[in-house]
């Protein structure tokens, strides 16, 4: 038996925000980020549209990059107080993921994040409040996915929270409010979301359920990427949707060894944060090649090629034609092509590629990787991913 969960009811299109307007509630609070969505005009209209809805309105304001423990607490204790009936997210993928959090620690104060890590395993949501997601990036797709994650600071440690309870029961999917990103933010955010229906294509738990929804993803990343990144809105607006399409395949079919490298190298290097799509951009070249290797991954890569209308005689050929493509828009997109290239320290890089190698075979997406991986297989993928080596192993 496997189950497949979206949100209720997604709106798209330019202009959909005001759908806030239908949505029945008493009480809504608002939750956002740094101050993007306030600065452009956004926040001003959700919170105009909810009182149009007949609701009380709070803000909570200020979740910062990759949300912390501290935040989630405060926020669900002003969600006790104000015991809200709609939960609005607003933003990046952080202020949406957070808010998820909160909902979980508002409906249930009496559980802890050591239950809520345990995967697929969350209480009964929904006994207080509906919750409704506007993403302002392309690429997490949290607005419909059911998961969120966490960092607990003190200790270094990032919770990811998975279970279908947290699937948001609405999205709004609003191209106007994308139109705000930087182009390098485009770039990564959009190789994140091809790298989330490609992995969920080849994933082990792939169906046909996820199959359509991945390759319709794949396509449209590939011819509306580039013009996004040069600031064509209407391309801008096709990524909005891709990013979405890719969100409803990897919840359902999760994802692979490119997401576990990515976690585990982002912020382990003192050089600097590596952004999560921009890490999946540089590892996924590199990671379809040693996928490959399994014949079943081999066809599932070759199908992805040949829907993109790529030739070559034998799987393998396809395959190959697929990583050139991806590695041609890399370079369009200007994302380096190596960790070195990125600005990685070698010999840092050498010290801790064996502990970051054992970490990412345990990361939680490294279970429906379509081949299995050793640490030391790891290691020695990591480094071609360094020096830019090809992967024959
Ligand atoms: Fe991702």
Request: net charge negative.
């Amino acid at each position: 038996m496997a189950r497949f969960t979206l949100p209720r009811d997604v709106y798209h299109g330019k202009g959909s925000l005001e759908e806030l307007k239908n949505i029945q509630g008493t009480r809504a609070i608002v939750v956002v980020g740094g101050g993007s969505m306030k600065r452009f005009g956004f926040l001003d209209k959700a919170v105009c549209l909810l009182q149009e809805a007949g609701m009380e309105v709070k803000l909570f304001e200020g979740v910062e990059p990759d949300p912390s423990v501290e935040t989630v607490m405060k926020g669900a204790e002003v969600m006790k107080e104000f015991q809200p009936d709609v939960i609005v997210a607003m933003g990046g993928g952080s202020p949406i993921d957070a808010a998820k959090a909160m909902w979980a620690f508002y409906e249930y104060p009496e559980t802890t994040f050591e239950d809520l890590i345990i995967p697929f395993n969350f209480p009964t949501l929904r006994q207080k409040a509906k919750f409704v997601a506007i993403p302002s990036t392309s690429g997490t797709a949290t607005e419909v996915t059911a998961f969120s994650v966490i960092t607990n600071y003190q200790t270094g440690v990032k919770y990811p929270l998975a279970d279908f309870n947290i699937t948001p029961d609405v999205a709004i999917v609003d191209p106007v409010i994308a139109e705000t990103m930087p182009p390098k933010l485009v770039a990564h955010t959009g190789m994140d979301a091809l790298t989330h229906a490609i992995e969920a294509y080849v994933s082990t738990l792939n169906c046909a359920f996820t199959d359509p929804l991945a390759i319709k993803a794949i396509e449209m990343v590939f011819d509306y990427l580039p013009d996004s990144y040069d600031g064509n809105m209407e391309a801008r607006e096709q990524m909005h949707y891709a990013q979405c399409l890719a969100g409803m395949a990897f919840s359902n079919a999760l994802l692979g060894i490119v997401h576990s490298m990515a976690h585990k190298t982002g912020a382990a290097f003192s050089t600097g944060h590596i952004p999560h799509g921009c890490a999946n951009a540089i590892y996924l070249p590199y990671v379809i090649k040693y996928n490959a290797k399994d014949k079943t991954a081999e066809k599932r890569y070759a199908q992805i090629a040949k829907s993109l209308n790529l030739t070559g005689t034998t799987d393998k050929a396809l395959v190959d034609a697929l990583i050139d493509k991806i590695n041609a828009y890399n370079v369009r997109l200007n994302i380096p092509k190596t960790l070195q290239e990125f600005g990685v320290n070698e010999d840092e890089f050498k010290e801790k590629v064996s502990k970051i190698a054992e970490l990412a075979v345990g990361d939680a997406c490294t279970g429906s990787n379509p081949r299995p991986i050793t640490p030391a297989e790891m290691e020695k993928l990591l480094t071609c991913t360094y020096y830019g080596t090809p992967v024959t192993f």
